[in-house]
């Protein structure tokens, strides 16, 4: 990271400011804590969870400061503040068994949170995500997917069986009672209001695509999984059908390059891969290309500026140690035992994977372009706040399956 602030600044002045490196020397600090109060609390956590979030939050920090470096202070402010979370989670949910009994109140929560911005919310950029509170924006969706996650893990730990028995059949397929499938039809229409409501195509898709993992985890019935997929894939075809702002977000992802909408509907797209491609393998070097072009580069498109600047090489270091965090966090599932552990690591991954790939996948025109932040690296409090809360619980759920599986009991009961 400190090498990355010294070739930004030499990029920039061609000297460099010995008082910004106050910034990434503060962050390495910040992490250095964290790294102690785990080795306190839970030492047998998961050894590469809390690097990997330090490696994609000095990334983010290091292009932000590239980008806008008006806003690499308050972005260290708010890994601060994150950091705070992310230690009052360790010390005061180690029994994380407690926020099951919650579920219900969790999941009312959640669900408010999200209809606050549908009638509060401030339109940004097209979308109603935010809600203003004073000089202050916060986006209730970060909190909100993760209260969700919890109530789905409580809630799926207790039905899982009842879910995964099949009484009846429908056209030839075994499926369970139709009174099963009412929390998927909630979540179908919930994913569709987002979408009608916000103007929200990622977050609608982020959403019922963390339903649908958790579903499949807890009940390995692939029908549910197809059933989900049709209704979404009907939803948002109903929704591009009656709603100009779905039509527009589809038709500049079909033809970024149109003359007709290349300066105005599809500009940010077409932008994001002028500067991917200009980036080849090995990208222009920090501070030496023109990221700048695209709008918003430092929330939703903060992975066009490192395609550009760092190469396909930067940005494949991105995508694999986003892929290793998940991996890692499939491993914490699996080392648990108890349904609602497994299930609630299931959920915490499938936000990272789901949010990663949405935004990423949505810069690069592999799928529609979404609103939503690239995880520990897009600029913002909110996402951060969220992530970390996140990476703390996974952390615990870690260090939890560390100390109760069967090989742990074997090595603990040895001389």
């Given at each position: 990271?400190?090498?990355?602030?010294?070739?930004?600044?030499?990029?920039?002045?061609?000297?460099?400011?010995?008082?910004?490196?106050?910034?990434?020397?503060?962050?390495?600090?910040?992490?250095?804590?964290?790294?102690?109060?785990?080795?306190?609390?839970?030492?047998?956590?998961?050894?590469?969870?809390?690097?990997?979030?330090?490696?994609?939050?000095?990334?983010?920090?290091?292009?932000?400061?590239?980008?806008?470096?008006?806003?690499?202070?308050?972005?260290?402010?708010?890994?601060?503040?994150?950091?705070?979370?992310?230690?009052?989670?360790?010390?005061?949910?180690?029994?994380?068994?407690?926020?099951?009994?919650?579920?219900?109140?969790?999941?009312?929560?959640?669900?408010?949170?999200?209809?606050?911005?549908?009638?509060?919310?401030?339109?940004?950029?097209?979308?109603?995500?935010?809600?203003?509170?004073?000089?202050?924006?916060?986006?209730?969706?970060?909190?909100?997917?993760?209260?969700?996650?919890?109530?789905?893990?409580?809630?799926?730990?207790?039905?899982?069986?009842?879910?995964?028995?099949?009484?009846?059949?429908?056209?030839?397929?075994?499926?369970?009672?139709?009174?099963?499938?009412?929390?998927?039809?909630?979540?179908?229409?919930?994913?569709v209001l987002m979408m009608?409501?916000?103007?929200?195509l990622g977050s609608s898709?982020?959403?019922?695509?963390?339903?649908?993992?958790?579903?499949?985890?807890?009940?390995?019935?692939?029908?549910?999984?197809?059933?989900?997929?049709?209704?979404?894939?009907?939803?948002?075809?109903?929704?591009?059908?009656?709603?100009?702002?779905?039509?527009?977000?589809?038709?500049?992802?079909?033809?970024?390059?149109?003359?007709?909408?290349?300066?105005?509907?599809?500009?940010?797209?077409?932008?994001?891969?002028?500067?991917?491609?200009?980036?080849?393998?090995?990208?222009?070097?920090?501070?030496?290309?023109?990221?700048?072009?695209?709008?918003?580069v430092t929330t939703d498109?903060?992975?066009?500026?490192?395609?550009?600047?760092?190469?396909?090489?930067?940005?494949?270091?991105?995508?694999?140690?986003?892929?290793?965090?998940?991996?890692?966090?499939?491993?914490?599932?699996?080392?648990?035992?108890?349904?609602?552990?497994?299930?609630?690591?299931?959920?915490?991954?499938?936000?990272?994977?789901?949010?990663?790939?949405?935004?990423?996948?949505?810069?690069?025109?592999?799928?529609?372009?979404?609103?939503?932040?690239?995880?520990?690296?897009?600029?913002?409090?909110?996402?951060?706040?969220?992530?970390?809360?996140?990476?703390?619980?996974?952390?615990?759920?870690?260090?939890?399956?560390?100390?109760?599986?069967?090989?742990?009991?074997?090595?603990?009961?040895?001389?």
């Amino acid at each position: 990271m400190m090498v990355g602030f010294v070739s930004v600044q030499l990029a920039r002045t061609g000297t460099v400011d010995y008082l910004s490196l106050a910034y990434p020397a503060a962050a390495a600090i910040v992490f250095l804590a964290l790294h102690v109060v785990m080795r306190i609390f839970v030492p047998r956590a998961d050894g590469l969870l809390l690097p990997l979030a330090a490696g994609l939050t000095f990334m983010g920090l290091v292009m932000i400061e590239r980008l806008e470096a008006s806003l690499a202070l308050e972005q260290l402010l708010w890994i601060t503040v994150a950091a705070a979370a992310f230690v009052l989670v360790i010390a005061f949910l180690r029994r994380y068994e407690v926020l099951a009994q919650y579920k219900y109140t969790l999941g009312v929560l959640a669900l408010l949170l999200l209809a606050s911005t549908m009638v509060l919310g401030q339109e940004v950029n097209g979308a109603r995500l935010w809600l203003k509170l004073g000089t202050m924006s916060f986006q209730p969706a970060e909190l909100a997917k993760v209260l969700l996650v919890i109530f789905l893990a409580a809630f799926f730990a207790e039905k899982h069986e009842v879910l995964s028995i099949s009484t009846h059949r429908f056209l030839g397929i075994p499926v369970p009672e139709l009174k099963y499938f009412v929390p998927l039809l909630a979540m179908w229409g919930v994913s569709v209001l987002m979408m009608i409501f916000q103007k929200d195509l990622g977050s609608s898709l982020l959403f019922f695509g963390i339903f649908i993992c958790m579903v499949f985890a807890a009940t390995a019935r692939k029908t549910y999984v197809l059933v989900g997929m049709a209704l979404f894939v009907l939803g948002a075809f109903l929704c591009y059908l009656s709603f100009a702002h779905v039509r527009m977000r589809v038709e500049s992802w079909l033809t970024p390059f149109n003359p007709a909408t290349v300066e105005g509907s599809s500009y940010q797209i077409s932008q994001s891969l002028f500067a991917l491609g200009s980036g080849g393998i090995s990208g222009s070097g920090l501070g030496l290309g023109y990221p700048k072009f695209i709008p918003s580069v430092t929330t939703d498109f903060i992975f066009s500026a490192v395609g550009e600047e760092l190469g396909l090489l930067g940005a494949a270091a991105l995508v694999f140690m986003f892929a290793l965090l998940v991996a890692r966090g499939i491993k914490v599932a699996l080392l648990h035992r108890d349904d609602f552990g497994k299930l609630l690591a299931v959920g915490l991954v499938s936000i990272i994977a789901l949010q990663s790939f949405i935004i990423m996948g949505g810069v690069t025109r592999l799928i529609p372009l979404t609103g939503i932040t690239l995880p520990f690296v897009s600029y913002g409090g909110s996402s951060l706040l969220a992530n970390f809360i996140l990476l703390g619980l996974l952390v615990v759920l870690s260090h939890r399956g560390a100390t109760t599986n069967v090989q742990s009991i074997r090595q603990g009961a040895r001389p």
